[in-house]
């Protein structure tokens, strides 16, 4: 069967390699289609962990990929929770050491991810008709960092306030949600 296909053929790497990078994504205003600033499930693998990996391997892990959101999978490989950044740099971690009478080494994701039942999303079909501005407008809300988006049980989409600021062209401190927002609202006033 394989006689059908002639080898590919191999040459040395050019030199000095590198990895290609990301396209960036395009910039963006407030009335854009809230779609452009969607991380999209169904083209970029999402980031993941399982829920008895410690809190420093879920941290390596979004160092690692460059995100600041992990969804928490459980053995079924469905989703358990969420785990964030600011679950990792905030109070959460220490406030559960402190409880437990425990070092940060024995917290695990389970112990301080976001379960799967306070979990929300906003459908895919509701986005296909909000602009941007709907978007930030539902993050400055919440005071959240991430919004899922879901269509029905299959989780599709992520819109962070990180990618946004960027495709806006706002740099911004992606630990603090208030300056966040005080930021973008500056930079699009100014």
Do not use: W
Request: hydrophobic share 45%; with cysteine; net charge negative.
């Amino acid at each position: 069967m394989t006689s059908d296909y002639a080898p590919l053929i191999l040459k040395p790497l050019d030199r000095p390699a590198r990895l290609a990078d990301l396209p960036m994504p395009s910039r963006v205003g407030l009335d854009a289609p809230a779609e452009s600033v969607m991380t999209d499930l169904r083209e970029a693998r999402a980031g993941y962990i399982s829920p008895d990996r410690s809190v420093a391997e879920a941290q390596a892990a979004m160092t690692g990929r460059g995100v600041r959101l992990l969804f928490v999978l459980d053995e079924a490989r469905e989703i358990a929770g969420v785990l964030t950044m600011t679950d990792l740099a905030g109070e959460k971690v220490v406030r559960f050491m402190q409880d437990r009478g425990i070092a940060r080494g024995d917290v695990t994701v389970g112990d301080v991810m976001t379960p799967a039942g306070e979990l929300q999303a906003v459908s895919l079909a509701q986005v296909k008709g909000m602009r941007v501005g709907h978007v930030v407008a539902t993050l400055k809300a919440t005071g959240r960092q991430h919004i899922t988006v879901a269509d029905g049980n299959c989780v599709c989409g992520v819109f962070s306030t990180q990618r946004i600021a960027r495709q806006l062209g706002i740099a911004f401190d992606t630990f603090a949600v208030a300056s966040t927002f005080a930021e973008i609202e500056a930079a699009l006033a100014g």
